[in-house]
């Protein structure tokens, strides 16, 4: 149940003491920059949003050219940076975690020469460590490789 105390405060719902999305012209009262940082703040997540998507359509794009419809081909290409297997690494300490490492950074490059854009070597050690590429768990962790029990 929606709320209005004044005709120019924002409606609340009252379920959930917090302002209703139904109205645009408040939303948009709401958001809308109230200095010039703001304003010049706004424009750069803009850009950067449209940076961000811009990229995205154009790996789309990069992805079919070089792989099609081949999914096994992409994954052997990006397994091909680990040599097929994952990496265990043997970490004691969260400070001995890296960001790159020199497979990440060949992976970037092979990427970019592509044409792929927006992926550095952070980017693609991040996703190699999403993939299960590497195991970057310290060897503390139950999900360290090392610690695992099973088939």
């Given at each position: 149940m929606m709320s209005y105390r004044r005709e120019n405060e924002i409606p609340v719902d009252s379920n959930l003491n917090r302002p209703t999305m139904t109205n645009p012209r408040v939303m948009t009262?709401?958001?809308?920059?109230?200095?010039?940082?703001?304003?010049?703040?706004c424009a750069e997540n803009w850009i950067s949003i449209f940076t961000t998507i811009k990229s995205a359509i154009n790996n789309a794009k990069v992805f079919?050219?070089?792989f099609g419809a081949d999914e096994d081909a992409f994954s052997e290409f990006l397994w091909s940076f680990v040599d097929g297997e994952p990496v265990v690494n043997y970490?004691?300490?969260?400070?001995?975690?890296?960001?790159?490492t020199e497979a990440s950074t060949?992976?970037?490059?092979?990427?970019?020469?592509?044409?792929?854009?927006?992926?550095?070597?952070?980017t693609c050690y991040a996703m190699m460590q999403a993939a299960g590429m590497v195991d970057d768990h310290l060897?503390?962790?139950?999900?360290?490789t090392s610690n695992r029990r099973g088939p």
């Open positions: 009262k709401m958001n809308a920059p109230k200095n010039e940082n703001q304003r010049t703040g079919v050219e070089h970490r004691e300490r969260m400070e001995d975690i890296t960001v790159t060949e992976m970037s490059k092979a990427l970019k020469k592509m044409g792929f854009s927006f992926i550095g070597p952070t060897v503390s962790c139950f999900r360290h």
